[in-house]
């Protein structure tokens, strides 16, 4: 089956840029009708759809992100990858990557989505 996963720095200071990037196997991030997204859950909220990225490539953000996220991939690699610029400890949460039908655009329930990765923690901290 699909899989997913996350990486990147755990600690990121305050006005840096957060990266993180998903690794997909089991399935490419090419194959048709994928929507491959990233969301996140701050402590003590609920889960955010910050934005993602097509099978063929076309990106699309959450509005009260879309100034701050930039959504990319390397198919060569099978990731895609978020940039988060400016960040405050707000952004504190954990970070996932998830992929599902088209329909998933904007989504920020987990039934929307088939697959998912285990999250990973980024703190924002000085």
């Known amino acids: 089956q699909v899989q997913l996963q996350e990486s990147g720095p755990g600690l990121v200071k305050p006005s840096q840029t957060l990266s993180l990037t998903c690794t997909v196997s089991g399935g490419s991030i090419t194959t048709k009708l994928n929507y491959w997204s990233w969301l996140r859950q701050p402590p003590g909220k609920g889960l955010e759809w910050m934005g993602g990225i097509s099978f063929t490539g076309t990106t699309h953000y959450s509005p009260s992100l879309k100034s701050r996220a930039s959504i990319s991939r390397d198919t060569s690699k099978n990731q895609f990858t978020l940039q988060l610029s400016s960040v405050t400890p707000e952004d504190t949460a954990v970070y996932y990557c998830?992929?599902?039908?088209?329909?998933?655009?904007?989504?920020?329930?987990?039934?929307?989505?088939?697959?998912w990765g285990q999250g990973t923690q980024v703190t924002v901290s000085s």
């Open positions: 998830a992929s599902g039908p088209p329909s998933s655009v904007g989504e920020s329930n987990r039934d929307g989505y088939d697959y």
